[in-house]
């Protein structure tokens, strides 16, 4: 039988402004959890690159949520994130729910850097968000009518971060999930031109998707200034990641929660409905 933690134990929400630790922090302050969210704006702040940081936000916590920015993929990480492993167990940290990159080789070295501590864990290995479209980088271009991306890209089994935040409050908040692995897919694959169609038809707009060669897309990334390791980090996901290998389902979210995931139909339709993207169903 799964045992509940105590709601006076302090927990850490480490990208807990973005996609996923601010559902998880929502969903622990509802079930009356004391949080602490973790990011260079809070008190005290938190930078991953500034390991003066680390000791003040891990003192008095007993879990902690971990969402690596700018992702687990990107260069350096694993030099950054190994050493807050040992640092966070140094602390009185006993349990640590990783999310992690599905087909990333360099989330499989951080997932392997938390298996190889004495810290409990729970690792949730996930697919792209669905809210990539509506809370991310592909939400100006369906607004502007127009979502331009590299050729070539692979479908993929889109994942609402609805779902992972579920799985995990359920980790940090009992013990049914010590030591799992949870492979988290939403429900089917499909290309990116299928989910931009999904929208545009939902919000009864017309939103074009069009494919250039990759060193193109490069190129318009550059010409827009975005920083060059940025550019590296969505190219080689585009290219990696999205080579097909991620097409096959994961069962985590039935194993973890006894259901099965939402769908992308699901999570449109409710997006939709918010006006986010415009159109006649909001």
Known sequence: MAISMSANQRNLILGGTGKTGRRVADLMRQAGHEVRIGSRSATPAFDWTDRGTWEPVLSGV?????????????????????PFFATAAGMGVEKLVLLSGRGEPEALDAERALQATNLD?????SSWFSQNFSESFLLE???????????????????????????????LTTDAHSRQLYEITGPRALTFADAVAEIAAVTERHIAFIEVAPEDYRAELKRLDLPADYVDLIMYLFTTVLD????PLGDGIQRALGRNPGSFSDYVRRTAATGVWGGNNA
């Not at 864990?121 to 290995?125: A, F, K, N």
């Open 141 to 171: 271009p369906i607004l502007a009518g127009e979502v331009v991306l590299p050729s070539g890209l692979a479908a993929e089994p889109f994942v609402d971060v609805d779902d992972i935040a579920e799985i995990g409050f359920a980790a």
């Open 121 to 125: 864990w729970t690792i949730l290995r």
């Open 62 to 82: 007993k879990a902690a949520y971990v969402a690596f920015q700018p992702d687990l993929a990107a260069a350096g990480a694993l030099d950054i994130i190994r």
């Open 244 to 247: 097909g290998r991620n097409v």
